[in-house]
């Protein structure tokens, strides 16, 4: 395990406890400085140094989503680790959050929720799409796309989707003006370049019948991944030893157009890494296959960086995060947890990352960069979700958040300028797969502590499961204290009986705020006519050459060391 050590501003330690904060609000952000006229002086040089202005142009937005990256993947956070030198130099020129955490343990919810601003339980996703899935993101939830193009955006979505990929499900039809990527998860079909995965997948059929093939457990090998441009798939199976330079190209080709148009833009990149199967390094690190993926994912990074830099430092915001812990099972092919080991689940079997709800699930790397307006060089120790992304950016364009619903996210532009390190009182945990009924909220957290009513371990890289337990009353872990969740607080304790009935409220008025809001509906059921196919008439839906084939989508379905000080 790495070492604690400091970066960011000087000040406090993990360990320091701190009471339950109240939510943000100007007493807060300002304090209590005596006098209206001080607030006044200090809101004006605030505003000249970070904070947008109505007169001012709306800022570009891109929001980089790495898939299944560890807390500790990140040079700033865990000493460790090597790889991430333009992650780094971001977090050096931006803020970085410790405290931020996915809004789900698995890849749909955690989408959905950071394009809606709703946990799954609101907008309907609670656990992963198919392949062969009729449904995806319900219609009548609204996107961030959808909002930011009202707001006159041009918007993009670049790599992974995963809320549905049939008929109107389609990001081309959920706001976003281009799209280039896979539907899904890229272990979600086969391909000529497989990969490093645990199992490994053999390649895509060439000839004969899928049947008489000997399909492996956890491999998909019926229908190749597809690469769609707009509704268009343009390559199946798509060549995933290229995909971080196809995509890297079409961002900048973007970013490019957007300018040239002279509109702000909304560019939503969901990238592959760290997700197996990993690419074939060209030259492997001493740091192994896992590594190697990692060092391309920041470069990746540093080039988009380097690129809306270029139209100007200080029009954009860069906002990077991920969409749920390590997938622990695939061992020395998954992240790094950093300290959130979940060691009570560990002690019991079974893994404490993606799919369940201990810390190594959901927290995540989080840094945000917008030369002039946002503070350098700065930790924060806020505690933020990607819900926020959503309201936060919709403020920040000058647009309204859709009406007749209810948000979880929060806007914690406050936060981001460095006025505040206040964010979430409480923030909600839903089951992702480990235990419980799939998006079912049955964990929290209350300031520094954090309430499990459920828990349950994930596959880990031994094979082992640990089964689901209920506790009532819920365990309660001291974070400031206990950042592995080693051990609960006893419950003869006073601390324990102190925030028990703090929690016990929390838990009653979150779970009433959900059932008396406008709750959308998922549609999961399958159909294997809906399954993106370029051409039918070839095995595993091949086409006859790499973008010599193409077929529109529509035509198809009518057919058919721990740095986590913090100020």
């Not at 501003?9 to 406890?17: A, E, N, Y």
């Not at 890494?273 to 540093?302: K, N, R």
């Not at 294997?528 to 193409?550: E, K, L, N």
Request: aromatic fraction near 8%; include cysteine; hydrophobic fraction near 35%.
């Amino acid at each position: 395990m790495g070492q604690l050590h400091p970066q960011g501003h000087s000040g406090g330690t993990l360990g320091k406890t701190r009471p339950p904060v109240p939510q943000p609000g100007w007493e807060v952000m300002f304090g209590t400085m005596g006098t209206p006229w001080a607030v006044l002086v200090l809101a004006v040089a605030l505003g000249g140094l970070w904070a947008p202005c109505a007169a001012c142009k709306q800022p570009n937005f891109i929001v980089i989503l790495a898939d299944d990256v560890g807390w500790g993947d990140l040079g700033a956070n865990w000493a460790e680790t090597k790889e991430t030198p333009h992650l780094d130099e971001l977090a050096a020129e931006g803020t970085r959050f410790v405290d931020f955490h996915s809004a789900a343990s698995t890849c749909s919810p955690s989408r959905a929720s950071l394009l809606t601003g709703r946990l799954g339980a609101r907008n309907g996703v609670t656990h992963n799409f198919a392949v062969t899935s009729v449904g995806g993101l319900p219609l009548n939830e609204t996107t961030l796309a959808e909002v930011l193009r009202g707001a006159g955006y041009s918007t993009g979505a670049i790599g992974k989707w995963h809320l549905g990929h049939h008929g109107h499900h389609h990001p081309s039809f959920r706001g976003f003006d281009y799209y280039f990527g896979i539907p899904y998860s890229h272990d979600m079909g086969c391909t000529d370049t497989p990969g490093y995965n645990l199992p490994p997948c053999p390649p895509c059929p060439r000839h004969g019948s899928i049947a008489s093939r000997v399909v492996r457990k956890d491999c998909y090998m019926e229908v190749a991944l597809p690469l769609f441009e707009n509704t268009t798939i343009i390559q199946q199976p798509v060549n995933l030893s290229s995909l971080a330079e196809r995509y890297a190209e079409e961002a900048t080709r973007f970013i490019h157009r957007a300018r040239d148009s002279g509109r702000p833009f909304f560019l939503y990149l969901a990238l592959a890494h760290m997700h197996v199967p990993l690419g074939v390094p060209p030259s492997p690190l001493a740091s192994g296959i896992y590594g190697a993926s990692l060092s391309e994912m920041d470069a990746l990074v540093g080039r988009i960086k380097r690129v809306a830099d270029s139209h100007g430092k200080g029009n954009t915001l860069l906002w990077f995060t991920g969409d749920n812990g390590p997938w622990a099972q695939k061992c020395e092919l998954a992240g790094r947890l950093g300290p959130f080991i979940g060691a009570w689940q560990q002690q019991r079997g079974g893994s404490s990352a993606k799919q369940t709800t201990w810390e190594g699930g959901h927290r995540v790397p989080a840094l945000v960069y917008w030369p002039g307006h946002i503070p350098a060089k700065r930790t924060s120790c806020a505690l933020l979700s990607a819900l926020d992304i959503f309201p936060t950016l919709v403020a920040l364009a000058g647009a309204a958040l859709p009406p007749n619903r209810r948000f979880d996210g929060l806007d914690v532009s406050p936060v981001l300028f460095g006025w505040s390190d206040v964010g979430h009182k409480v923030l909600l945990h839903p089951n992702s797969g480990a235990a419980g009924k799939d998006g079912g909220i049955e964990a929290l957290r209350l300031a520094q502590y954090k309430a499990f009513y459920t828990t349950g371990g994930a596959m880990a890289c031994d094979g082992s499961i640990g089964p689901a337990e209920h506790h009532q009353p819920p365990l309660i872990f001291n974070l400031d204290r206990d950042i592995h969740e080693q051990e609960a607080l006893d419950v003869a304790s006073r601390e324990y009986e102190e925030v028990l009935p703090a929690i016990s409220r929390a838990y009653t008025q979150a779970l009433e705020d959900i059932a008396t809001d406008n709750v959308s509906v998922a549609d999961y059921s399958k159909d294997p006519a809906v399954t993106p196919c370029c051409d039918p008439q070839h095995v595993a839906c091949r086409c006859h050459a790499p973008g010599a084939h193409t077929a529109l989508l529509d035509h198809r379905m009518e057919g058919r060391t721990t740095r986590l000080v913090c100020p």
